[in-house]
Antibody
């Protein structure tokens, strides 16, 4: 069964950092385009970042220079390192292979 | 950055047919935008219904179909069921730019 499980969310102060993890089962994560999507409370979906199967990565302008996507093939896990967090980064963060499956999401709250 | 436009809300009667559309501020939507459609029910994660304009996922009910219509991507629901009440989002890919989600359509089955 294909499954994605995110972890690492929580409460952090503005300017702080968090690392989200997304562990895949049922498929090889590094063979797919893997995407992070976020959803602020009561709002729509926002594309955040993607890592292609070849290793290239791309970011939304709103997070470029602050967020870094990476993966560990040995752990079949995708990461999102989030630095210099802002109040407006508060959202549920989903990882997804858009043609395969979505995770259940992890909540990131940036507040003092 | 391109703006992707969806109807904010639509209502369909049970058993009825409705078409949701997805337009781009840059011009006509084509297969080269690789349109996706996602369904999200309250309190749940989104799930992919359609990708590459019209390709269905294994779990996508047959009553959903994707197409290009009048310069937009379209999601047609034929024979609406109460369980189809949800938010629907499209996503368009742009050459040399980042993918963009539409604002979502809240579909009511009533």
């Amino acid at each position: 069964e294909v499954q994605l499980v995110e972890s690492g969310g929580g409460l952090v102060q503005p300017g702080g950092s968090l690392r989200l993890s997304c562990t895949a089962s049922g498929f090889t994560l590094s063979s797919k385009y893997m995407t992070w999507v976020r959803q602020a409370p009561g709002k729509g979906l926002e594309w955040v970042s993607v890592m292609h199967n070849g290793g290239n990565s791309y970011y939304a302008d709103s997070v470029k220079g602050r967020f870094t996507i990476s993966r560990d093939s040995s752990k079949n896990t995708l990461y999102l390192q989030m630095n210099s967090l802002r109040v407006e980064d508060t959202a549920v963060y989903y990882c997804a292979s858009l043609v395969l499956s979505w995770g259940q999401g992890t909540l990131v709250t940036v507040s003092s | 950055q391109a703006v992707v436009t969806q109807e904010p809300s639509l209502t369909v009667s049970p058993g009825g047919t409705v078409t949701l559309t997805c337009g781009s501020s840059t011009g006509a939507v084509t297969s080269g935008h690789y349109p996706y459609w996602f369904q999200q029910k309250p309190g749940q994660a989104p799930r992919t219904l359609i990708y590459d304009t019209s390709v269905k996922h294994s779990w996508t009910p047959a009553r959903f179909s994707g197409s290009l219509l009048g310069g937009k991507a379209a999601l047609t629901l034929s024979g609406a069921q109460p369980e189809d009440e949800a938010d629907y989002y499209c996503l368009l890919s742009y050459t040399g730019a980042r993918p963009v989600f539409g604002g979502g359509t809240k579909l009511t089955v009533l």
